[in-house]
């Protein structure tokens, strides 16, 4: 059990380990598998670009990424990095992150999230869901960061 105060993480087991390298090699060569893409950001201690498979989320003409596993590695990399690519085989898209503050607004985008990828990372959610009510997903936004993104023409 974690302690008291310490920030939410799923960490990741072994077969979803293999499984986050298999995304992140097909989007290397070019295979998006329902808009995956990889995130390399500069690691905060190591200064070494730092690969992940993630979902990028398209919402009202915004570009986000949602840590669904909670304050993960990349997340706390792109809070000092403040940006990074995102690849699918030959292109490479660089943007600059501002990560959300207001519950309000993550919960909108969360809920848009959880709408589109929620197949596949609502197990990170502890029972929250597309369809649960406003305060209970403005509760679950402290837990998943989100970050709005600006790509670089």
Not at 14 to 25: I, Q, T
Not at 113 to 132: C, D, H, I, M, P
């Amino acid at each position: 059990m974690p302690a008291p105060n310490t920030p939410y993480y799923v960490q990741v087991g072994p077969l979803a380990a293999r499984f986050n390298s298999l995304m992140g090699m097909l989007a290397r060569v070019g295979v998006s598998l329902a808009g995956t893409a990889e995130l390399s950001v500069r690691g905060r201690t190591s200064g070494r670009m730092q690969r992940i498979p993630v979902n990028p989320h398209a919402y009202e003409g915004e570009q986000y990424l949602v840590s669904a596993r909670g304050h993960s590695q990349w997340v706390r990399n792109m809070r000092v990095a403040g940006g990074g690519e995102l690849r699918v085989g030959r292109r490479v898209r660089t943007f600059t992150a501002a990560e959300l503050t207001d519950p309000a607004e993550k919960a909108r985008i969360l809920r848009a999230y959880l709408k589109r990828w929620g197949w596949e990372v609502n197990a990170f959610f502890n029972g929250v869901t597309a369809g649960s009510p406003e305060a209970t997903l403005r509760a679950a936004s402290a837990d998943h960061p989100v970050f709005r993104l600006t790509l670089s023409p």
